[in-house]
């Protein structure tokens, strides 16, 4: 992949934990971060395309979003062993995770 | 990437609808960066009931990194999806759903849909599932 050498001026408070990283690890970390930052901003502009709001990111409220989507443990077993017995599901078929 | 939910037709219909519970969620994705999985049944069902005009939305959808088009596995001495969708899209009555069933118990994923009905007849009522 090719590269570009940039040079920035970071707010302090910023800066701090950049300088905690391993040699080597910054642009990793800033790449992360700026990938991140990428991803959120193409998906709103898909949402706004079909006519949703502005979104704020809000990592409480994405927990809170995750919570209520997952899969309790004993739902999953019991699904999947009741779509066997019926013969929906073959014996040996197992979920990804 | 996991996979935390599953649009059913409707609620691919309901992104291209504006509808907020979607909106939610893709941004959520993207934001946490989880997947969210759509059935290619249910994109079909999706074209089919949609106007032309409105195709570039769900190219749009498509393209996102957090969005997994999932597709049977077709391989009839080994993987194959098709015999266990047809099974369960005849409990559910209609083929999107029994992808859509079948997708989230891959995944263990919630499924978002318009007939909560319908996917409750395969994966239960305890199931997530959230009415879009």
């Known amino acids: ?97 | 990437m996991i996979v935390e939910a599953v649009l059913d037709t409707g609620a691919v219909m309901a992104y291209v609808n504006g509808v907020d519970r979607v909106g939610e969620l893709l941004f959520r994705a993207a934001e946490d960066r989880f997947g969210v999985a759509v059935p290619s049944t249910c994109l079909l069902e999706a074209y089919q009931a949609m106007h032309v005009e409105d195709f570039d939305m769900l190219r749009l959808l498509r393209l996102l990194p957090i969005v997994l088009i999932d597709e049977p596995q077709t391989d009839v001495s080994g993987a194959d999806d098709l015999p266990i969708i047809g099974g369960m899209a005849a409990r559910a009555g209609r083929i999107g759903a029994g992808h859509a069933a079948l997708t989230a118990a891959t995944h263990s994923a919630a499924v978002f849909t318009s007939l909560p009905a319908q996917i409750e007849s395969v994966l239960g009522k305890s199931w997530p599932i959230v009415e879009v």
């Open chain 1, 1 to 97: 992949m090719t590269t570009v050498r940039f040079t920035v001026s970071l707010p302090e408070d910023v800066a701090g934990p950049l300088k905690d990283l391993p040699a080597g690890q910054v642009s990793a970390y800033v790449t992360d971060a700026l990938r991140r930052r990428q991803l959120v901003e193409r998906m709103q502009a898909a949402l706004t395309a079909a006519g949703h709001r502005q979104f704020t990111p809000d990592p409480a409220e994405t927990a809170a979003l995750r919570e209520q989507l997952r899969v309790p443990a004993n739902v999953r077993e019991d699904a999947i062993a009741r779509l066997k017995s019926e013969g929906m599901l073959p014996d040996n078929w197992q979920p990804r995770r």
